[in-house]
């Protein structure tokens, strides 16, 4: 499926067709429809009877069975996440970056080295490509270097300098394009997302992220005891958090894209995260000391790593919210 503020893109893509690359390499912002792009490219190039427009037709045995994910023809590499890897020895313990590892590479370069089942097109979407740790970066660099014939590798990546230069150098690099804000809030309310424009600020004004009503109330409460920072509120604050079981990594994120703000206001006087509190936020930063909000800011730093934790977040957070409260308590005193 294309996204409406992907239908540029794909005419521009489908002027490229003629000349087939080995890789293409897709780069975007993230939560704007990358992986989408390139599975429905990839789609269409499976597709056996696609429109003019190149649009995958839908109906043909092979869009089936793209659809149901079962094409002989397609692989997708993407890394392992966190759960395929509970069991394993401090799998849970610290959040590490999932990686798409050797293995699942040699697998891929395996089936990219067999005979098609179909029309004699296989199409491999790697995402995200910056994921690949460097042993996958390199055996996937050796299949690029030395393509099988019909063999396509469609890339999706975020942060395409921190590819292997040599893997981009053997991709045709396709910048995808991000939706206006308009676009992005026409589309969010298309979905019935209530409070599209406070959903899409917070989300850095990406419009695809999972939506979910209830963890949105809990951080605009959440936002709400920040906005009114005292001993008591940051103390219920913590405890809301903990009853609900969130990771820690949920209540760090929120307190980050507020110091965000925090410290946004006061050096461009920007708020990128909490327009709908640009106010409250301003009160806070005139009586902000800066050098208690980068301790803050650096108290969390050093907890993110633990944010898949489940133990003792109450304690940790509010071992935090104490430094939150520390960025105002010269003002307090004084005033
Ligand atoms: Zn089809």
């Given at each position: ?33 990358k992986l989408e792009f390139a599975l429905h490219l990839a789609q269409s190039l499976l597709c056996e009877a696609p429109a003019a427009d190149h649009e995958p037709c839908g109906q043909c045995e ?70 690949l740790n460097p042993a996958a970066a390199n055996a996937l660099l050796k299949i690029l270097e030395e393509p099988p014939a019909d063999v396509l590798f469609l890339l999706v990546a975020q942060a ?176």
């Amino acid at each position: 499926m294309l996204f409406p503020w992907q239908q540029n893109d794909w005419r521009r893509l489908n002027g490229e067709r003629e000349r087939l690359p080995n890789a293409w390499l897709f780069i975007g912002p993230a939560g704007t429809g990358k992986l989408e792009f390139a599975l429905h490219l990839a789609q269409s190039l499976l597709c056996e009877a696609p429109a003019a427009d190149h649009e995958p037709c839908g109906q043909c045995e092979a869009c089936r069975w793209f659809l149901h994910g079962t094409h002989p023809d397609f692989r997708r590499l993407s890394p392992l996440t966190d759960d395929d890897e509970e069991g394993k020895e401090g799998a849970k313990t610290t959040r590490k970056l999932p990686l798409i590892k050797i293995e699942a590479v040699r697998e891929v370069i395996d089936f990219a080295h067999l005979t098609a089942h179909r029309a004699g097109r296989r199409v491999i979407v790697v995402e995200p490509a910056e994921n690949l740790n460097p042993a996958a970066a390199n055996a996937l660099l050796k299949i690029l270097e030395e393509p099988p014939a019909d063999v396509l590798f469609l890339l999706v990546a975020q942060a395409a300098q921190r590819l292997l230069p040599t893997i981009r150098s053997r991709c045709r690099q396709f910048p995808l394009s991000a939706p206006s804000h308009d676009e992005a809030l026409a589309w969010l309310a298309g979905q019935g997302v209530a409070d599209a424009a406070t959903e899409l600020a917070w989300h850095g004004g990406a419009p695809l992220f999972d939506h979910d009503p209830a963890l949105s109330a809990l951080r605009r409460q959440f936002a709400e005891g920040l906005a009114r920072p005292g001993f008591a509120s940051v103390l219920s604050l913590a405890e809301m958090v903990d009853k609900q079981k969130l990771p820690l990594a949920v209540p760090l994120s929120w307190l980050m894209k507020w110091l965000h703000d925090l410290a946004g206001l006061s050096l461009t006087g920007l708020v990128r995260y909490h327009p709908d509190k640009r106010q409250a936020l301003q009160e806070l930063a005139a009586r902000a000391d800066n050098t208690a909000l980068m301790q803050c800011m650096d108290s969390l730093y050093r907890l993110s790593p633990y944010g898949q934790h489940t133990l003792n977040t109450r304690l940790q957070l509010e071992a935090l919210l104490m430094d939150y409260l520390k960025i105002f308590a010269a003002s307090a005193r004084q005033g």
